[in-house]
């Protein structure tokens, strides 16, 4: 401890084991400390309240006597307790065996002290002989006189101090116990919260175990540990699927780039009878596929980015888009348009159809044909190739290409499907593909807005 920490400091940067058996050994040695106290207090009460009692009925039945006259000498009392007579002059007329026959044990104004304070009171017994305080209770009687009745309380105090000793040793004993037991059982609750930090640990410094440790017993260290571990899982999905996203990316970068470079090269090493017109259109083919590429790459990551929901929502005529599409494309058919309003991002949705009705015209043989009905569902029909049941959902994934024998030239990256299925997702709708036998139908259903 240095001179400037308090101990509030200090103790705050105590272990929670520690503090909570300190914690927890001082509030009992407080509880037993008063609880000890109050033991002797009441004890000691207790006792001297049975010894006044009984002091002062041997007294009430001397004065009985004294008063009828029938006290004999020596007075006789059971229980040990000292009697003298004191008559008006203060001479002693009667006493117990083995009392003092001369000097009274209180003197005339002690008695009147003691009998206005209430008639009972303690003193020394040593100058009569008698080892220890007593307990003194003095009675009134006729003619003047008065009982002085003594019980010697020795005896009492012996207890008393036999007690306190017992509890001075016993009580400190049994907080180091609890002390210990604490420390043991606070340590064995801790124990799986520090193996979660020394799995947390191992995971930041080595990066290999990528899970925590989950403790056996079904409690609070229990759930939080398997929500972590949740939690680990679910960013290590997102950590994978990025990753892959950037080497697929970078994949697909790299094909029009490279061809950019050799018809380039080729070009300038070459000059002579170069036809330079057919070089750039070559060029220019390849980066139209690298445009299309990044602005596909960027509509995935605000897709990613907004997490589900639609960039606007506005009321979409989605008859209205569908007929400009539609129109764009000379041998697609719109074979039903009924009036549909949905609520939503009408770019967004228009690269919806776009993206089908794309794959349509690469894939089919003769017709594309394209159909919205009031319900919100949209179709777009080929008679091509068709996508093999068992592949109908793997083609929504990102950079998934069916057609992989097909020369580069013909077909894209593979994110047209993931685009429309996660911007109709964002709409509340759904997508899947169907058998049109011949052909593909993709099915979209917008929820109406
Ligand atoms: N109408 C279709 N007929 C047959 N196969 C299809 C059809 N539409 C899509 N596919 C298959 O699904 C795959 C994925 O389609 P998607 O639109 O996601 O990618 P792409 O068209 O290859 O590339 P991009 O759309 O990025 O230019 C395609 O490669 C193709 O194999
Ligand atoms: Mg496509």
């Not at 036999?162 to 210990?180: N, S, Y």
Request: charged share 25%; with cysteine.
């Amino acid at each position: 401890m240095t001179v400037a920490d308090s101990p509030l400091a200090w103790w705050r940067r105590q272990g929670l084991r520690f503090r909570l058996t300190v914690v927890a050994a001082a509030v009992l040695a407080l509880a037993l400390a008063v609880s000890a106290s109050v033991l002797l207090t009441v004890l000691d009460r207790a006792l001297i309240d049975t010894v006044d009692e009984s002091t002062r009925q041997q007294a009430q039945k001397v004065r009985v006597h004294a008063d009828a006259g029938t006290l004999t000498t020596p007075i006789t009392t059971n229980d040990g307790t000292i009697v003298q007579v004191v008559d008006a002059g203060g001479r002693i007329t009667h006493v117990t065996y083995g009392a003092d026959r001369l000097v009274p044990l209180l003197d005339a104004a002690a008695r009147e002290r003691v009998l206005r304070k209430g008639s009972v009171t303690f003193m020394d017994g040593r100058p009569f002989a008698i080892p220890g305080p007593l307990r003194v209770v003095v009675v009134r009687a006729d003619r003047g006189r008065t009982v002085i009745a003594a019980r010697p309380v020795a005896e009492i105090q012996t207890s008393l101090a036999t007690a306190g000793r017992v509890l001075l040793i016993g009580t400190p004993l049994l907080i180091v116990l609890l002390a210990a037991a604490s420390w043991l059982i606070i340590g064995r609750t801790l124990r799986p919260i520090s193996a979660l930090r020394r799995g947390a640990a191992e995971i930041t410094h080595t990066a290999r175990s990528r899970r925590l440790p989950v403790p056996e017993s079904k409690d609070e260290v229990h759930s939080l540990a398997t929500t972590l571990n949740d939690m680990l899982a679910r960013l290590e999905e997102a950590e994978q699927r990025q990753r892959a996203l950037v080497s697929d990316a970078s994949h697909e970068l790299r094909s029009p780039l490279a061809s950019i470079r050799l018809q380039l090269e080729v070009a300038l090493g070459h000059p002579e009878g170069q036809d330079w017109r057919e070089t750039a259109e070559g060029v220019l083919e390849d980066t139209m596929r690298l445009s299309k590429l990044a602005e596909d790459l960027l509509a995935l990551a605000r897709l990613d980015e907004r997490g589900g929901v639609p960039a606007r929502t506005e009321p979409v005529d989605l008859d209205e888009v569908t007929r400009q599409i539609a129109d764009r494309y000379g041998d697609v058919r719109l074979t039903a348009c009924e009036p549909l309003v949905v609520s939503g991002d009408a770019l967004d949705l228009s690269r919806v159809l776009t993206n089908l009705i794309d794959n349509a015209v690469r894939h089919t043989t003769s017709k594309i044909e394209v159909a919205l009905t009031g319900d919100g569902t949209l179709t777009v029909t080929d008679d091509g190739p068709g996508v093999p049941e068992e592949d109908r959902e793997r083609v929504f994934n990102r950079f998934t290409r069916l057609d992989s024998g097909r020369g580069r030239d013909e077909g894209g990256a593979g994110l047209g499907l993931a685009i429309v299925r996660e911007t109709v997702r964002a709409h509340g709708g759904t997508v899947h593909l169907e058998d049109a036998a011949p052909g593909l139908r993709v099915v979209v259903w917008l929820p109406r807005g």
